[in-house]
């Protein structure tokens, strides 16, 4: 008999990873994501003067900052499956090689429409970092603490790459232009590229793969065909919508805001953008060891209370001071959101579909996020500054919805949680 991870129940598992190995595979992932972070956010943070050199207005920057944004549901989908085709570990690799060379070609070209093209292959390349990472490191990981493991691990290395981005920003920028931020992005993506080289397969995804390919000539089960899938789906659209949407429509026009808001230049923008990365990254720990210790479902309900109310007090401000002090909160606030998310969507698909799950419903919520630069843009253009913040202020109502409909996760056991959601008789099920 199978369990629905695909693992003969009758049969002893192999022991599991060190903790030493699990921190690898974590730390691996998110240096990973941390470099995507960079990839992603680079665009964002150098706007002002990347508007100047191809010529476009806001609303342009959005239409490109969606096409990434197409770009990286397309990646998150498709690397999704990947892994569960062929492997976390190779699946990785693929992503880190792709959106390193591209991020590094964009900057070697002033040609709107070759620009834009290679944002979006980016997109593609970077989605699978978070479409892979979280689901392997989710494996691997101790039960006890996997929302620090899974979330705040990978993510506050996110939010480091932001931080990144915006150091090498103040550093090249003034001096080379915005091109050679994205040209040395090819750097590490190489070196961590062959650094990952040695870590080892997800034995969870490797058991059941195995299992799978014994009883069944190599076919896997239907995900759509389990039973209680599709509301675990619609849990992960509600809770990524309110994610994507989210982050991309906030932080992609931060320092855009900054600069015509409060008159600071271009310079002093990043810099209040690089402190509220930081505290990101350590908002990213609070909100996940809250998860382990309290629940998923309480901690993120909390964040999204405090992202509503700090949002629409940075809006609101006047006072530059003022600003900077809830607009800290806010983008904090938007790591604490992600940790959480990224760990209990990981939790919610047995191991012989983790990816594909995790993959759909992440995005899912981040194909409603494509429109989200252009909708900002434009509103920005026609409304002023203020309006499409306070807009989406009320966007994190979903991500309270979608914790509300799901389960508890806190403590349990992968296998635990898929056995209890879709029981023994799934596995007869195949594609």
């Known amino acids: 008999m199978t369990s629905p991870d695909g693992v003969s129940v009758d049969a002893p598992r192999r022991a599991g990873p060190t903790f030493r190995q699990a921190l690898f595979v974590a730390v691996t992932a998110g240096l990973g994501y941390g470099f995507d972070s960079y990839a992603v956010n680079i665009y964002g943070l150098v706007l002002p003067e990347i508007k100047k050199t191809l010529h476009i207005t806001d609303a342009q920057a959005g239409y490109i900052g969606s096409i990434f944004l197409l770009g ?10 990947a892994a569960d085709r062929w492997g976390r570990k190779a699946t990785l690799g693929a992503s880190i090689l792709l959106y390193g060379i591209t991020t590094a070609l964009a900057g070697l070209t002033t040609n709107v429409a070759a620009f834009t093209g290679l944002r979006f292959l980016t997109g593609v390349g970077g989605a699978g970092e978070l479409a892979v990472g979280a689901p392997y490191t989710a494996e691997v990981w101790p039960t006890k603490t996997r929302a620090i493991g899974v979330g705040g691990v990978i993510f506050s290395l996110f939010s ?30 190489v070196i961590l590229f062959l650094v990952r080289q040695g870590i080892t397969e997800s034995h969870r995804y490797t058991e059941a793969r195995a299992t799978v390919e014994s009883e069944s000539g190599a076919e896997t089960p239907s995900l759509w065909q389990l039973p209680g899938v599709r509301r675990r789906l619609v849990v992960g659209w509600l809770i990524y919508t309110a994610n994507a949407v989210g982050y991309w429509g906030m932080t992609l026009f931060l320092t855009t805001y900054v600069v015509a808001r409060f008159h600071a230049t271009t310079i002093e923008a990043i810099r209040y953008a690089l402190v509220f990365f930081v505290l990101q990254a350590v908002f990213v720990y609070l909100g996940t060891a809250l998860a382990d210790w309290v629940g998923r479902r309480p901690s993120a309900i909390l964040a999204a209370l405090i992202e509503i109310g700090s949002t629409i007090l940075a809006v609101t401000s006047d006072d530059r001071s003022e600003y900077l002090v809830f607009g800290a909160v806010s983008i904090a606030t938007l790591g604490w959101l992600w940790g959480v998310g990224d760990t209990y969507i990981s939790e919610l698909f047995p191991t012989i579909l983790r990816g594909t799950g995790f993959g759909i419903a992440v995005g899912g919520g981040r194909l409603v996020s494509v429109a989200a630069p252009t909708v900002v843009g434009w509103g920005i253009t026609n409304y002023g500054l203020q309006t499409p913040y306070l807009a989406l202020s009320a ?34 099920v195949r594609s």
């Open 160 to 189: 480091l790459g932001y931080v990144l981005a915006a150091a090498v920003a103040l550093a090249l920028v003034p001096h080379f232009g915005w091109q050679a931020a994205f040209v040395v992005a090819i750097v590490p993506a």
């Open 395 to 428: 966007i994190w109502l979903l991500t309270i919805a979608g914790y509300l409909a799901g389960p508890e996760t806190r403590g349990r056991e992968l296998d635990d949680l898929a056995q209890e959601a879709f029981g023994t008789s799934t596995t007869s």
């Open 72 to 81: 990286y549901t397309i990646g998150t989908i498709g690397f999704g499956i």
